[in-house]
């Protein structure tokens, strides 16, 4: 069947114009343009550019949210077709590591982490079925020296992680898991 939703993990704090926003951005439009829908954890910084740039070329975009953010005054972005909403964050986690067909990290903070380590065990153990994790950027290959220390991770555990420079990268990646995409009707700006 195919990749059909790549869920995106990334920050709220990127404001729009910065570098790792534009990146967000960059890869929203390009996953749309490829066909795929673009998932998120619904909110601003990298979550809102990736659902903007899909928006923009008409990808479909989807924002998983959680009612613990409400006491922040947190709201969902413009940018989404569906918002699904959980009542706990552990409810929210599960979701957005478990449903997507592939799954591509962001730089981030401390939600971003516990989305990929959650998503990178899962995977290892097998709890999770094989799929795409892709890290994007030069942080995460320096996360990757310090926690992939070959003493506590096996290779093959290591290697359920791919990392890439840029969207471009991670994209065609994606496409080399999918050979034969069903694109979706609808303009590709």
Do not use: C
Request: aromatic letters at 8%; proline letters at 6%.
């Amino acid at each position: 069947m195919g990749i059909r939703v790549v869920s995106v993990f990334g920050s709220h704090a990127p404001p729009p114009g910065s570098a790792d926003y534009e990146m967000a951005w960059d890869l929203g439009r390009r996953l749309a343009r490829a066909g795929f829908t673009v998932m998120s954890g619904g909110y601003s910084g990298t979550m809102e550019a990736v659902s903007r740039g899909a928006k923009e070329v008409g990808g479909r975009t989807i924002g998983v949210t959680v009612d613990a953010f409400d006491r922040w005054g947190l709201k969902a972005n413009p940018y989404l077709d569906v918002e699904i909403k959980f009542p706990t964050l552990l409810q929210r986690l599960a979701y957005l590591v478990t449903t997507g067909d592939a799954l591509i990290a962001l730089p981030g903070g401390v939600g971003t982490l516990s989305e990929v380590a959650l998503a990178w065990s899962l995977l290892q153990t097998g709890a999770l079925a094989a799929r795409p994790l892709i890290l994007i950027g030069e942080r995460w290959r320096r996360w990757l020296e310090v926690y992939g220390d070959p003493r506590y991770v096996r290779a093959e555990d290591a290697a359920l992680l791919s990392l890439v420079e840029t969207p471009e990268e991670a994209v065609a990646l994606l496409t080399r898991f999918t050979p034969v995409l069903a694109r979706p009707s609808g303009p590709r700006g």
